[in-house]
């Protein structure tokens, strides 16, 4: 069991948009940022969007990130196939003094 | 550009121990905090523990507290995950990760390959 909740699947059609959520609390993302990474198949994580909606240099503003309260959200515009992969959102909990992780969103394009 | 190599994993018996390494380079390793997160088969991701850039300061999981340490030589760049009293469920890939923040203790930012830990019989 996750400490921040994520649906574990999404899909789309390739152009379409498309919204993860992640739902944490009041030691987590309420008062913290939040990350997101994507890892896709058979391939190490790789930083997605930092400080709720920072994207690192690289990544295609596509990718969007926002936060609201004790909820964060990662969507993806234009679809492509290559999208594909799981996606996982972090923020750091004051309470247990360490990172947390949502469960991971396997995203696929139909 | 930013490298981090995990090296060490293998298989080991339960109640045995291992010592993962991870060497880093392509960034002032002595400013940044450093991560371990695993990944069992077909599970998602879950943080293990972090230390402070000068080493003072070290957090664990709950699953793993007083069971692994983690430490850092500065001189090497290197992280190390000593693990002990290993159990079956800790079987997974274990990544290395640079912190995002300089100086800070935040969220993993730049990840290496991983490496596999079996424990098995």
């Known amino acids: 069991q996750s400490v921040l909740t994520q649906p574990p699947s999404a899909s789309g059609t390739p152009g379409q948009r498309v919204t993860i959520s992640c739902s944490g609390g009041?030691?987590?993302?309420?008062?913290?940022?939040v990350n997101w990474y994507q890892q896709l198949p058979g391939t190490a994580p790789k930083l997605l969007i930092y400080?709720?909606?920072q994207r690192p240099s690289g990544v295609p503003d596509r990718f969007s990130g926002s936060k609201s309260g004790t909820s964060a959200s990662l969507a993806i515009s234009g679809l492509q196939s290559d999208d594909e992969a799981d996606y996982y959102c972090a923020a750091w909990d004051d309470s247990l003094i360490g990172p947390v992780f949502g469960g991971g969103t396997k995203l696929t394009v139909l | 550009q930013v490298q981090v190599v995990e090296s060490g994993g293998g298989v080991v018996q339960p109640g045995r121990s291992l010592r993962l390494s991870c060497a880093a380079s392509?960034?002032?390793?002595?400013?940044?905090?450093m991560h371990w997160v695993r990944q069992a088969p077909g599970k998602g991701l879950e943080w293990v523990a972090v230390?402070?850039?000068?080493?003072?300061?070290?957090y664990y999981a709950d699953s793993v507290k007083g069971r692994f340490t983690i430490s850092r030589d500065n001189s090497k760049n290197t992280v190390y995950l000593q693990m002990n009293s290993l159990r079956a469920d800790d079987t997974a890939l274990y990544y290395c990760a640079k912190d995002l923040v300089i100086y800070f203790l935040a969220l993993p930012g730049n990840w290496g390959q991983g490496t596999l830990v079996t424990v098995s019989s």
């Open positions: 009041s030691s987590n993302i309420a008062n913290n940022t």
């Open positions: 392509g960034f002032t390793f002595r400013s940044y905090a």
């Open positions: 230390i402070s850039y000068d080493g003072n300061n070290k």
């Open positions: 400080s709720n909606n």
